[in-house]
């Protein structure tokens, strides 16, 4: 017989799995209904505008940053650590810093996701310095700067 605690996580996560499910559903359906409205629009101005043609526009983004605020915590971050961080550990201070819950682990890799590749491109920049340790194991710092841009 099944340990009893072990029921009870199972059947709560379950009513979570389907809280989520419904909620996501009446925001489709809201979505949908938009939708409808919104073709129903462009066909009064336009009888003959074909809607199937209208490319769909993807827009998984997430913003957790105001313009300009990861780069300013994250210069903060490495100048306070005084050497060079991993990125899990650049993902921590950032998700602490900013109180950041993930509503799924799949919202949580896209963060991570975006996060190295925010720090690859301040790497070609030339404001960040990047080396791969043991078990490709990232790390970032604050490129010193050169004689010449003094």
Do not use: C
């Not at 991570?112 to 790497?123: A, E, G, P, R």
Request: hydrophobic share 35%; charged share 25%; no cysteine.
């Amino acid at each position: 017989m099944a340990e009893s605690h072990i029921i009870s996580g199972l059947v709560k996560k379950r009513g979570e799995i389907k809280g989520e499910i419904e909620y996501l559903t009446s925001q489709i359906n809201t979505l949908k209904s938009n939708l409808n409205t919104l073709d129903k629009a462009i066909l009064l101005f336009e009888p003959e505008y074909q809607i199937d043609s209208i490319k769909t526009i993807h827009k998984n983004r997430v913003r957790y940053f105001d313009n300009g605020e990861f780069k300013s915590l994250l210069f903060t971050i490495l100048k306070s650590s005084g050497e060079a961080l991993e990125t899990q550990e650049i993902i921590s201070h950032l998700v602490d810093l900013k109180s950041i819950t993930f509503s799924s682990h799949q919202e949580q890799l896209n963060f991570k996701s975006v996060i190295f590749k925010q720090l690859k491109h301040y790497t070609e920049q030339n404001l960040l310095t990047h080396r791969v340790g043991g078990r490709n194991i990232h790390y970032w710092d604050i490129k010193p700067l050169e004689q010449n841009e003094i």
